[in-house]
């Protein structure tokens, strides 16, 4: 009964945050200044509040240009109601569904952005990054989950530290955002595991499951493109593959999965 209740309160909160995320998203392809609207994409005519009624709003004409108001705002919401219900399967009612909330709706802005402009903004990642880590802190000594402390940490230097290798080596197909992008990731997929070796374990399950989901995903989209290879960002990729190992870390931990 009381997952029922968690569930249906999660979809709830995903619905309302999901335009919310959706803004932030606006904010960052668009240029738009942060205002309690959405815009049409194809003119960006203002669309009032009515705009922010999830998913269904997608329906709505832009009275200017009479388009629809684009494809990006559904697919946050729907996004955001996804991350936040499996989030909730993975944690219950811990106390510790809040701060990989906050995660998750971050992310999801991060993906948008990422696949519609190949950037991940200084603006959302750095704060995150501040953020994240001053939510760790706080909810690592109220619990009394101190080692999670060290734990983040090394999750942070091996996730940030391999993807900066590859983007040293790589520079092309991995990018300073996603650097950056690793050491919030890696917080937080660390945070998870009180033993070193076993975060040190659950980061590189991470990045090779990114690796792979990115890869196949990349040959598929240049495949079906036809011509020339396109950059794909690799952004969502890790942020996709980070919230799996989140969700399925307990069967990880449990030697079940892996
Ligand atoms: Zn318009």
Redesign the pocket.
Known sequence: MTTVVLAVALIALGLVAGPFVGIVVDRAVDRIRLEPQH???????GLGSRSLRPVLSWTD???????H?GVRYPLVDVGTVVVFAALGLRFGWSPMLVPYLALGAVLVALSAIDIETHLLPNVIVWPSIVVGLFLILVFSGEFDYIDGINSALLGAAVFGGFIGLAHVVHEQGMGRGDVKLALLLGLFVGWLQPDLIDTTRLVFWTILLALTGGGILGLAYNLVRGRGRAEIPFGPALAVASLVIVVVSPAIAAGVAI
Do not use: G, M
């Open positions: 815009r049409c994409s194809a003119c960006q005519t004409h832009c009275p200017s240009c009479a388009n108001k």
